[in-house]
């Protein structure tokens, strides 16, 4: 810390993580470390630089395989500590079974019991794939079928785990990476072998299985070492939390939690609780009181867009009834025809064209074509794309009458049209948007900082509607203020544009170092045929990630209006 060198802060913090998940793992780690530190200096590299954003995506194995691969510089004394700590995971593995590893078993058939199910499924997750590995030698050898999931494995791989464990396999055992995008509602127990800092990630665990159509309660089971740092933090941290939760609702804390700016906050306060265990609550304290701040600016954000319902069963029965596949097909249709895809109409269906050049061929949307074609392709809202587009519906639709409004303590000389726009940009894997004010005064000009002002005036008062503009007014205000957003959010669009490409240079650099170095191991390989297979193998490897990276660097822009309203002053 006090050399700034946040990389082997980095280090230290997996390096905790990775002694209370298992000692297979702090041992697999240590010898990798080792294998760095034993080669010459000059191999030793710093760490590449990634932004705080991209090392809070990556789960716990993918961290420490980033960290080292760089083969980061050594500390002082640094290979004589490694072996000595390698020494004492020798031992500890040489004393039996892994000590947690028989607390999950014991678990494993307390839970069979209570559920009086002898073939009881169960979904452990892990942050690492050495404990993983550890785990399903030690299960199968107690007569368990086991699959694995982690993120090295591709789509096709995925989804024969996921197969095999809604037919015969007992036990899935899954990194955080692995676990992504599965469905697992056949399953209702979820065991976390080891617990992510962010107690969100907990919560998306639990989602995996706990889903709509679930038929049996779901039960998780959190393994914590008692009387561990780890174990304060968490018992201060829930008790917090579960205050905020009560008055701010889960929905609302869970968007807060589920950032990359909630995962650096949870870091620092565990890295602050290690350091200076007397002062656990004091740094929980500070995280929570962060927590608190945001969910409240969350809610008045919220409350300025308006407020959603829950959806009552009664609803739900009545929306089966409306005609939502035929307006998943205009929506469908409509978006592609308008941002360059194609949509053509065929006598079985349809063939679809996506802006990004993949294609859907012999498609329908209403369930009666369904019934009548099983060999086409239904598409509904689970489809991820059709799903992407009405997460982007707008909150304002043009030609919608505008509201006609008073707000309190604004100056009786704020006339004009306040508008609030979301300026994004969406590729394959990446989005990101900011959210532009905008104010068109009466006298034609623009205004940013009265629209930022008003802006605050909306948060803190509470406005009153006066009256509401007619149609063909509302659709002449609504054409002047789009092409007013377009110019003014032409720079934060540029901006949003700029990060996707530094993003994608990044991202390609990093491949490119990564294939290099795979490189020279192949290289290295004596026999010829196998060298050379290998190196045509990594080489088809290689222009495969390069194409899928040429379509990520594809951006495709979007300025959605929010919230239009005519301001009208009041010294009130």
């Not at 170095?517 to 045929?529: D, F, H, N, S, Y």
Request: aromatic share 6%.
């Amino acid at each position: 810390m006090r050399e700034k060198r946040s990389y082997i802060g980095f280090l230290m913090i997996l390096m905790q993580r990775l002694v209370v998940s298992s000692t297979s793992a702090i041992r697999t780690t240590l010898e990798r470390r080792l294998e760095a530190l034993t080669a010459p200096q000059e191999q030793l590299t710093l760490f590449p630089l990634t932004s705080e954003e991209e090392w809070a995506d990556l789960d716990g194995q993918e961290q420490i395989d980033m960290l080292l691969r760089t083969r980061l510089k050594a500390l002082k004394n640094e290979r004589a500590e490694v072996k000595l700590l390698l020494e004492a995971a020798a031992r500890c593995e040489q004393a039996g079974p892994d000590a947690k590893a028989e607390a999950l078993l014991d678990w494993l058939y307390r839970l069979q019991s209570e559920e009086s199910d002898p073939e009881l499924k169960a979904l452990v997750f892990t942050e690492f794939v050495p404990t993983q590995e550890m785990l399903r030698r030690f299960l199968i050898e107690r007569g368990f079928s086991v699959v694995c999931l982690n993120g090295s494995m591709d789509m096709e791989e995925r989804k024969r785990v996921q197969e095999a464990f809604a037919k015969d396999a007992r036990i899935l055992i899954s990194t955080e990476a692995g676990g992504e995008g599965l469905n697992l509602q056949f399953c209702h127990v979820v065991i976390n072998y080891d617990i992510p800092w962010n107690p969100m990630r907990l919560e998306q665990r639990i989602g995996r299985v706990d889903r709509i159509g679930q038929a049996h309660a779901v039960r998780a089971v959190n393994f914590v070492f008692e009387g561990s740092v780890e174990h304060r933090v968490r018992e201060v941290l829930e008790q917090k939390l579960a205050v905020i939760f009560e008055e701010f609702g889960i929905d609302k804390t869970g968007d807060v939690l589920d950032s990359a700016q909630a995962g650096r906050m949870f870091d620092k306060m565990y890295v602050e609780a290690i350091l200076n265990p007397e002062k656990v609550e004091d740094s929980v304290e500070s995280v929570v009181a962060r927590v608190q701040e945001q969910a409240r600016e969350a809610r008045a954000t919220a409350s300025v867009l308006g407020a959603t319902e829950d959806l009552e069963p009664g609803e739900a029965q009545r929306l089966l009834t409306h005609p939502l596949p035929h307006w998943v097909e205009r929506m469908t249709v409509s978006y592609l025809t308008a941002h360059g895809g194609h949509a053509e109409r065929k006598s079985q269906g349809w063939n679809l064209t996506w802006p990004d050049g993949e294609t859907y061929e012999n498609v329908v949307f209403t369930g009666k074509e369904a019934e009548r074609l099983p060999a086409a392709r239904h598409l509904t809202l689970e489809d991820p794309k059709v799903r992407g587009l009405a997460m982007r519906l707008p909150r304002f639709a043009p030609g919608q009458p505008v509201s006609i409004v008073s707000i309190p303590g604004l100056s009786e000389e704020v006339q004009g049209v306040w508008s609030l726009w979301r300026i994004s940009i969406a590729t394959m894997e990446w989005n990101r948007r900011r959210i532009m004010p905008l104010f068109l005064a009466d006298n034609g000009m623009i205004y940013m900082p009265t629209a930022r002002h008003v802006w605050d005036q909306l948060l803190a008062a509470s406005t009153k509607i006066l009256s509401i503009l007619d149609a063909e007014v509302s659709q002449s205000i609504f054409a002047k203020l789009q092409n007013a957003a377009e110019e003014h959010g032409k720079p934060i669009y540029e901006a949003l544009v700029q990060e996707h490409r530094v993003r994608i240079a990044r991202e390609r650099e990093k491949a490119n170092y990564a294939f290099a170095a795979r490189r020279k191991t192949v290289e290295r390989i004596g026999l010829p045929q196998v060298r050379n297979y290998r190196l045509n193998l990594l080489a088809q490897e290689e222009r495969s990630f390069q194409e899928q990276l040429d379509q990520k660097a594809h951006a495709y822009p979007e300025m959605v209006p929010l919230l239009v309203i005519r301001v009208e002053g009041s010294a009130c």
